[in-house]
């Protein structure tokens, strides 16, 4: 039978490759949840808390390109998350995001909440993808490797304790704008 043609080749989804390499100290951030472009959870089935990218100055842009594991501290508990940082390449967005999505399904979306997080192992790159099908098996893959991630590193900031006063410890209302699940609504991943 021999190879495919070139064409068909290129078709092929490509693995994506995964560094999963741990931040020693890991990256500290606190922002206001804000509206981004309801994409992920109604095209992605990842619904994801965009960070108010202004009130992190100048480290959003510091921050490597990629998908990060960590922990998400909200209305005062603690939640494993898997945190895309980039331009999500594949909807061409022109400007940088920090999106979260928080593993745990949220009876409601917590718009105008302060969100902190700690990221704690750099999972891989930042990817462009061929098809929606292959984005959506890669943030399966980035939640599958977070969970197993999480339940060994990192694992102080899973407690309270591990948190500074006033960080996302708060109490504040979610905002009553309808269910949401695993994040403040469907931003894109």
Known sequence: RGPPPAHMAAEEPQPVPYENRELRPPVALEATVVRGYARG????????????????????????????????????????????????????NEQRSIEAHLLHEFPEDFYDSRLGLRLCVYLRNEANFSSLDALVAAIAEDIRRARALLATVGTEWAQPEGWGPGEAAAAAAPAAEGPGAGAAGEEAA
């Open 41 to 92: 959870g109604s095209q992605l089935g990842c619904p994801t808390a965009n960070m108010d990218v202004t009130e992190l100055g100048d480290v959003v842009n510091q921050l490597e390109k990629g998908i990060y594991a960590g922990w998400a501290r909200l209305h005062g508990a603690t939640y494993m998350t898997v945190v895309s940082c980039g331009n999500n390449p594949y909807y061409g």
